[in-house]
C-alpha cells in the first residue's frame, strides 16, 4: 500500500491516480476510471472526479493508494 499525503480537504480521484504515478496522464486516468478498473473503498467507481479525503483507498492495478491528511 502506498500513502498519498494532501493538503487540501480532499484530492479528485483521477489527479490521485496521476499524483500517485499509477498512470502517466489524466487521459489515462480518466479511461481507467470510466471502464471500471479502480476501486475505491472496495468497491468499484466510474467517477473520475469522486472526492477522495483522508482514510480513503483506491485500488488500480493491483496497488493501493491510501489519503492521508499532511
Known amino acids: 500500500m502506498k500513502t498519498i499525503e494532501i493538503n487540501t480537504e480532499f484530492i479528485r480521484l483521477d489527479a490521485l491516480l496521476k499524483l500517485a504515478g499509477a498512470v502517466q496522464t489524466g487521459g489515462h486516468a480518466k479511461m481507467a476510471v470510466q471502464s471500471g478498473e479502480v476501486l475505491v473503498n472496495g468497491e468499484i467507481c466510474t467517477m473520475r472526479g469522486k472526492k ?6 483506491a485500488q488500480y492495478r493491483g496497488e493501493v493508494y491510501e489519503v492521508k491528511s499532511a
Open 52 to 57: 477522495m479525503r483522508a482514510g480513503d483507498r
